[in-house]
């Protein structure tokens, strides 16, 4: 791609203008015609859900960024009861929908037990910093989706970035057979502390 | 994982019995998937392995009479069932049956709210309502009444209760607060309990005891029956409300802690269910445990004064609140100010005394109130990918007995190379002392030695004359033993009592040591 990204703006920027989003979209089953359009466009008819937490390194940023790309979301925190019910309700109203997850390891811990066997996880990842500075991403799950975002991974520059990428990731379509796999890649440091991430798909899509 | 079958069913039985509890709860409420759907009730916190606690399928009737005929397939199929509902149970064993091949009988669709009265400040709750769902509940229809939760808001109302459970209210010994039931038995037959059983009854939920032997206990932490609706008291929102805070700078305060304590919760100058919480669990609530040491084994004395200083927190810390007119609340609070005031170093805080970003306040703020939260999982963030199980014995309310229980812990878990990380629940006459046990579950070498900790534990624990009131499922024969006196007169009691309600054994086989008589040699 070759493109050098150096803030989350001309991030969002190359990624809605060479439409470096699409691949990841029409991958996972995004109709044909839907790809002709914008990405904000795509991003409504496939419309994942993008939960984040509200108080992790970034979270203001990544509202902007999910909004930017035109995609739903739902900021996440342990510490209100209204901010828990809120999450409950955008998952009640998100069947069908695809689930990007990313937030502190308690936190997304807590949303996957809420989640399951509902929605299918296909990917789940940690992310944490190395003793020399760089990040460590460990992937469990699909090869498929793990594949897609593989390549994506040394060129996010921190959460929000990656929150961009997962939530542009739609829903899947596989068999059920599908076998986990691991992947560790490492990257620039993120700012911040220790991440999980996940990717679900709802029950059916699998 | 490899699909299991229940114990003593063959694949084409078990085919059979699937499609049995499909005609009745229908297709999308039976989960056999052992890739996408099973994962759903193992235990993440197992320090075992999971192929030992690994259910054949899971089934979700949504009312009684669906209930019912699960329980008619499974007296059928002899297949044994593993009552969950909502909540989580971490620390305990989480979904997950005691033995592999069990169906989990999950309730969580079972989630109506029956009735609130405001009057008599009572719900009348089925076992899917969580604690955040009863009190999103009274909001919207403006009730008064507060809901006493447990620190995880996520937990079941119910759930919590059958678990002997405790929140942080006055209303907190939540078998206490509990009015009423209503049970089916592992034959089908349903039985409301007390004055429930009275046609028409006006009383079921205001009078716990009815007529001839109270037998609500019976349906508490055991295997006689699935409980599937309870009456839980609600305490009306006080006139005022200032919760408390006093801080301890040694780690030997526990002694005076307790001791001042114990006459002031006697005489009910501390109503509320209140805490006494060892630093690291402050810490782990806000920080991470790498944010200060990045060495192995014990944090170092160094490290941990630092942590108090940056956290304004001691080395134990009470949680407390007064409740009721301000005039009332003043003249309370001087005598548990006074009180504290004896040990030296105490530092008192009310809410204004507090920084606004201190997390561990403003859950424990709220938890005072009964409002739910899911602050305290926090604490999983303390060490990379954090677990826990919780060794929780129960202690008398004196400072002796809370010192040798802390050290008995304590030098044990050192020595194993975890912190102490923990907090005592005092009640009215007792301490639940809650030992979080905290390890990496990626990590197989810290599982086996946490593993063989709380084995040592047990054993110490029992050997100086202290029980546990609750535990995970890998540790319930080992603690069901230690209830020996008399030749084990109570567990042959239980046995006796399981057999006569529940001859075809498939109730939660093994809960709390309690085994079916089939299934007597599993005992592990």
């Known amino acids: 791609m070759g493109v050098t990204l150096t803030s989350r703006r001309t991030f ?55 909004r930017q790309m035109g995609l739903a979301y739902q900021m996440l925190t342990l510490d209100e009861a209204s901010g828990w019910h809120a999450m409950m309700d955008a998952l009640a109203s998100a069947r069908g929908r695809a689930l990007a997850v990313l937030g502190r390891p308690a936190t997304v811990f807590a949303v996957r037990n809420m989640l399951e066997p509902g929605w299918r996880v296909v990917l789940e990842a940690r992310h944490h910093r190395l003793a020399g500075g760089e990040m460590s ?70 | ?25 229908g297709r999308e409420h039976v989960f056999t998937d052992a890739q996408w759907e099973l994962p759903a009730y193992n235990d993440a916190y197992l320090t075992t392995p999971a ?42 064993g989480g979904p997950a049956p005691r033995k592999a091949g069990y169906i989990v009988l999950d309730l969580k669709r079972m989630n109506r709210i029956l009735e609130v009265n405001e009057k008599h400040g009572y719900a009348v709750v089925e076992p899917g309502v969580s604690y ?30 059958t678990e002997h459970g405790v929140g942080y209210t006055p209303y907190g010994d939540h078998v206490t607060m509990q009015c009423g039931m209503q049970v089916v038995m592992a034959d089908g037959t349903i039985v409301n309990t007390g004055m429930g059983a009275l046609p028409g009854s006006q009383t079921s939920h205001l009078y716990k005891y009815g007529f001839g032997p109270s037998v609500d206990g019976l349906f508490t932490q055991s295997n006689f029956g699935v409980v599937t609706q309870i009456g839980i008291w609600l305490m009306p929102e006080p006139p005022g409300y200032r919760p408390y805070m006093i801080t301890f700078e040694k780690e030997s305060d526990l002694h005076a802690i307790t001791e001042v304590l114990r006459p002031l919760k006697v005489n009910m100058l501390v109503p509320a269910v209140a805490m006494t919480v060892e630093m690291l669990w402050e810490a782990a609530v806000q920080v991470t445990r790498r944010d200060y040491y990045t060495g192995k084994g014990p944090i170092p004395d160094s490290v941990r004064k630092k942590m108090r200083s940056d956290l304004k927190i001691g ?66 963030n303390w060490i990379p990918n954090g677990a826990h199980i919780d060794f929780s014995p129960i202690s008398p309310v004196t400072g002796d007995d809370a010192t040798k229980q802390y050290e008995l812990i304590r030098d044990r878990c050192n020595k194993a190379g975890f912190d102490y990380c923990g907090e005592f629940a005092v009640g009215w006459r007792d301490m639940h002392h809650i030992f979080c046990l905290t390890f990496d579950r990626y990590d197989a070498k810290q599982k086996a030695r946490a593993n063989k900790l709380f084995g040592e534990l047990v054993d110490a624990a029992a050997a100086a004359g202290y029980g546990e009131y609750r535990t995970h499922i890998d540790f319930m024969d080992r603690i069901a033993g230690t209830y020996n006196w008399n030749d084990s007169a109570l567990l042959r009691m239980h046995e006796k009592v399981k057999d006569a309600v529940d001859p075809s054994g498939i109730l939660s086989p093994g809960k709390m040591g309690i085994w079916p008589k089939s299934m007597r040699k599993g005992r592990a």
């Open chain 1, 12 to 66: 969002l920027q190359a990624t809605v203008r060479s439409s470096v989003a699409l691949p990841l979209l029409t991958s996972f089953g995004v109709a044909g015609s839907a790809v002709a359009g914008t990405v904000t466009g795509m991003a409504k008819a496939e419309s994942s859900l993008c939960l984040f937490e509200a108080d992790a390194a970034m979270g203001a940023d990544m509202a902007a960024g999910v």
């Open chain 1, 137 to 206: 991403h460990e992937f469990t799950g699909l090869e498929t989706p793990m594949a897609q975002l593989s390549g994506w991974v040394d060129r996010v520059k921190d959460p929000a970035q990656y929150a961009v990428v997962l939530a542009s990731m739609g829903r899947g379509d596989l068999s059920s057979g599908a076998e986990r796999k691991t992947l560790d890649l490492t990257s620039p440091a993120w700012p911040g502390g220790d991440l999980v991430s996940l990717l679900a798909w709802p029950k059916g899509a699998v």
């Open chain 2, 1 to 25: 994982m490899e699909a299991v079958l229940p114990p003593g069913i063959k694949r084409e039985q078990f085919a059979a019995l699937v499609a049995d509890l499909q005609k009745v709860v």
């Open chain 2, 51 to 92: 192929e030992l606690h690994q259910p054949s399928a899971a089934v979700a009737p949504a009312n009684v009479e669906e209930l019912q005929r699960v329980l008619e397939v499974a007296r059928h199929y002899k297949a044994p069932l593993w009552t969950v509902s909502t909540g989580k149970n971490f620390a305990y």
């Open chain 2, 132 to 161: 955040l769902d009863l009190y999103r509940h009274l909001q919207k229809i403006g009730s008064k009444l507060w809901v006493d939760c447990a620190a995880p808001g996520w937990g079941g109302v119910l759930p919590n209760m």
């Open chain 2, 315 to 380: 080395a134990w810390n009470f949680y407390g609140a007064l409740y009721g007119p301000p005039p009332m609340m003043d003249n309370t609070w001087e005598v548990v100010r006074d009180a504290f005031a004896s040990i030296p170093g105490a530092k008192f805080y009310f809410d204004e005394d507090r920084p606004a970003d201190d997390a561990a306040w403003q859950y424990r703020k709220k938890l005072g109130a009964g409002i739910p939260n899911m602050t305290e999982y926090s604490v999983m």
